[in-house]
């Protein structure tokens, strides 16, 4: 689907267009399906061929319908069609997260200014000053 076609008034335009053309489309079969006073070969001809047009269209338009439920339902599914947020939500994530990254950033200073107390020495995690595991002076 076009992603200029994404948005809520390009699926409301779509869907009602859809619509009228199956209405339109139902109430074309049903003028021609009327009983009419004209008995001869050629109009009731012409009449089974409106009403097999007007079928085709409104299977046509049936399946353009099914089509558009189908692309709605992927939008959806895979979170390009967003239907359950709120914004005042969004907000609210967007606080909390701030939150956090303060919280965060607070015990990295902390952590920084504590280091020397028992923290990583000269970037070893491990083994002696030298960086040897067992302890031996390297040779």
């Known amino acids: 689907m076009d992603p200029s076609k994404r948005n ?15 209405m339109r489309n139902h109430a074309h079969i049903i003028s021609h399906a009327a009983i009419k006073e004209q008995t001869d ?12 047009q007007g079928s085709m269209d409104l299977i046509k338009n049936a399946q353009d319908l099914s089509t558009l439920i189908r692309n709605l339902q992927e939008l959806w599914l895979f ?9 005042a ?14 919280l965060i950033e607070a015990l ?6 504590g280091q020397g107390e028992g923290g990583v020495q000269n970037g070893n ?12 002076a390297a040779a």
């Open 89 to 102: 939500d969004e907000a609210k994530d967007k606080d909390k997260a701030l939150e956090i990254a303060r």
């Open 125 to 136: 995690t491990h083994g002696n000053r030298n960086g040897n595991q067992d302890g031996n």
């Open 41 to 52: 070969y050629a109009s009731t001809a012409q009449n089974e061929l409106a009403i097999t």
């Open 108 to 113: 990295a200073r902390k952590g920084l200014s």
């Open 8 to 22: 809520a008034e390009a699926l409301t335009r779509r869907l009602d267009t859809t619509c009228d053309e199956l």
């Open 79 to 87: 979170g390009a069609l967003d239907t359950l947020t709120d914004p």
